[in-house]
C-alpha cells in the first residue's frame, strides 16, 4: 500500500514526460536530446512531487470523523469523491446499518455533509466516470434523486447496501 503512491507519481510523471517531450518537439519543430532529457527530468520531478503531495494530503483526509448514532455500526468506510454540481468533492464515504453518510474535506469550495438513510434508497448501481472509468457509484432515492460517487472497489459498496436493503425487507 505504501507503493501506491509512488506508483502512481511515476505513471504521472511518465504521463508528463512524454507530454513535454511531444509539446516542446512541436513547439521546436524537431526533436533533440535537450528537449528528451529536459521532459524526462520535468515528467518524473513533477510525479514525485505530485506524489509527495497525494500522501501528504491523503493522510489529512483519512482524519475527516464522521459520527454516527449508538444504534449503527461502522460498515464500510473509504476516501471518496461526491459529485455536487460540476465539482467532484473530495471527502470519505461511510456506511453504517442505517444510514449513507458521505462528509468533504475541508479543502474543497463546496464543503457538505449527505446523508441517505437505507431504508429512502430505491437503486443503486455502479457507473463510469468521465465515461470510461468504472469507479463510480450511483444512488437514487425513492423521491428520485441520483447522488454520484467516486468510490474505490464500487462493488463491494453495491453488494453491501443491496443486502442492507434486503435486510431491511
Known amino acids: 500500500m505504501k507503493n501506491k503512491f509512488l506508483k502512481s507519481g511515476l505513471f504521472f510523471g511518465i504521463f508528463m514526460s512524454i507530454f513535454f517531450i511531444v509539446s516542446n518537439s512541436i513547439e521546436e519543430k524537431s526533436i533533440n536530446w535537450k528537449i528528451v532529457v529536459a521532459g524526462i527530468i520535468g515528467g518524473l520531478v513533477g510525479g514525485l512531487v505530485f506524489s509527495f503531495f497525494t500522501k501528504l494530503f491523503t493522510k489529512k483526509i483519512k482524519k475527516i470523523k464522521i459520527e454516527i448514532g449508538e444504534s449503527e455500526n461502522n460498515l464500510k468506510e473509504r476516501l471518496a469523491s461526491h459529485f455536487k454540481g460540476i465539482e ?3 471527502g470519505k464515504l461511510l456506511l453504517t446499518n442505517e444510514r449513507l453518510i458521505f462528509k468533504s474535506h475541508k479543502f474543497n469550495i463546496q464543503n457538505h455533509e449527505l446523508e441517505i438513510k437505507i431504508s429512502e434508497i430505491k437503486k443503486v448501481e455502479k457507473v463510469k466516470t468521465i465515461g470510461l472509468i468504472p469507479n ?18 464500487p462493488n463491494e459498496w453495491i453488494n453491501k447496501i443491496n443486502e442492507l436493503k434486503q435486510n431491511a425487507t
Open 88 to 90: 467532484n468533492v473530495g
Open 136 to 153: 463510480g457509484l450511483r444512488i437514487t432515492t425513492n423521491m428520485g434523486k441520483a447522488e454520484r460517487f467516486v468510490v474505490d472497489s
